[in-house]
């Protein structure tokens, strides 16, 4: 159980367009999600954590207005990453995890690679 | 704020060696601590989980073990095997919404 999907799990996108990505929990429901970036050869960075109807709580240094996090029901949240740039190509990696229990997990989704050219 | 360490960075061994990668974490207000194993360009597959309460898990070849006390934790493979190369990911949970602090992770290689 506890199993997490992405999509799309790769993509390629030109300077300046928008990319939606898709975190699903598909056997639970996740009360929260986290979206974590990594770049090459690099650990994980938080970067925003957010609750099923409510607004995405971002960490520090990471612009809101770019990276568009929506969690609009238990099984969904999306990032948009508007007007991207090469920069902002990295691995995007979600989690999400069940609240209501003690200790709760997070359960990781398969990855993202954004390319941006 | 939460700072992980991971030691070694990078681990080569001969196969059926056992190892411990180690874990140190600077703040021991944590609800648990888990770790991961990720292969190249691939997501997390949790390995195991540690609860703040617990000292120990085991699972097949793995032991983890956490002193909450002292900051640290380790991740024991016994007999390693080539399928074990991968790079090891230490996580602790700590904050109001459980968020993961993760270390830099340990690249092991087993050679054949």
């Known amino acids: 159980g506890a199993v997490v999907s992405q999509h799309p799990s790769w993509v390629i996108c030109k300077s300046g367009t928008s990319v939606k990505i898709e975190c699903r929990s598909l056997d639970f429901q996740a009360t929260t999600m986290f979206w974590y970036r990594q770049f090459p050869k690099q650990s994980l960075m938080l970067m925003a954590t957010?609750?099923?109807?409510?607004?995405?709580?971002?960490e520090q240094g990471v612009e809101k207005d770019k990276f568009l996090i929506n969690h609009a029901s238990l099984t969904l949240s999306t990032l948009t990453v508007t007007s991207a740039h090469p920069e902002d190509s990295s691995f995007y990696i979600c989690?999400?995890?069940?609240?209501?229990?003690?200790?709760?997990?997070?359960?990781f989704g398969p990855g993202t690679r954004l390319t941006v050219t | 704020k939460q700072e992980v360490t991971q030691i070694p960075a990078a681990l080569s061994v001969p196969e059926g060696e056992n190892l411990v990668l180690n874990c140190s974490f600077t703040d021991s207000a944590i609800y648990n601590l888990q770790w991961f194993r990720q292969d190249p360009g691939k997501g997390l597959t949790s390995l195991l989980l540690?609860?703040?309460?617990?000292r120990e898990q085991t699972s097949g070849r793995l032991n983890a073990s956490l002193d909450k006390s002292s900051g640290r934790s380790t991740l024991y493979i016994a007999a390693s095997q080539p399928g074990d190369s991968a790079t090891y990911l230490c996580a602790v949970s700590g904050g109001s919404a459980r968020q993961l602090t993760f270390g830099s992770g340990t690249q092991l290689t087993v050679l054949p």
């Open positions: 989690s999400a995890s069940w609240d209501r229990t003690a200790y709760p997990e997070q359960y």
């Open positions: 957010s609750n099923e109807g409510s607004k995405a709580t971002y």
């Open positions: 540690i609860q703040s309460s617990q």
